[in-house]
Nanobody, 121 residues
Framework: QVQLVESGGGLVQTGGSLRLSCAASGSFFSINTMGWYRQAPGKQRELVAAVTGGSNGNYADSVKGRFTISRDNPSNTVYLQMNSLRAEDTAVYYC???????????????WGKGTLVTVSS
């Protein structure tokens, strides 16, 4: 069974930094895209950043220039470095991965349980 386990959330002041990590574990053939979504209270879940293979990643306009996504393929881990944090970045951040369980067959989407990021002014 595939699991995504996030870590690194917490409380930080405006302008501060946090680094989120998400590791995929279990039995699977390969991982396509890994990324981060977030959901603030009363709002829909939105894409923050995603990376496929060795690409540079794509970002929501609201985080461009402040957040950096990276991926370590051997350890099946994706990171999100968040700098210059703002109050509006406060949300539960969810790890997302598009995984191919077997050599032949469709990919499946998996989600982590989420980690809370709170930015205080």
């Amino acid at each position: 069974q595939v699991q995504l386990v996030e870590s690194g959330g917490g409380l930080v002041q405006t302008g501060g930094s946090l680094r989120l990590s998400c590791a995929a574990s279990g039995s699977f053939f390969s991982i396509n895209t890994m990324g981060w979504y977030r959901q603030a209270p009363g709002k829909q879940r939105e894409l923050v950043a995603a990376v496929t293979g060795g690409s540079n990643g794509n970002y929501a306009d609201s985080v461009k220039g402040r957040f950096t996504i990276s991926r370590d393929n051997p350890s099946n881990t994706v990171y999100l470095q968040m700098n210059s944090l703002r109050a509006e970045d406060t949300a539960v951040y969810y790890c997302n991965a598009n995984i191919r369980p077997r050599v032949i067959g469709p990919t499946m989407t998996y989600w982590g349980k989420g980690t809370l990021v709170t930015v205080s002014s």
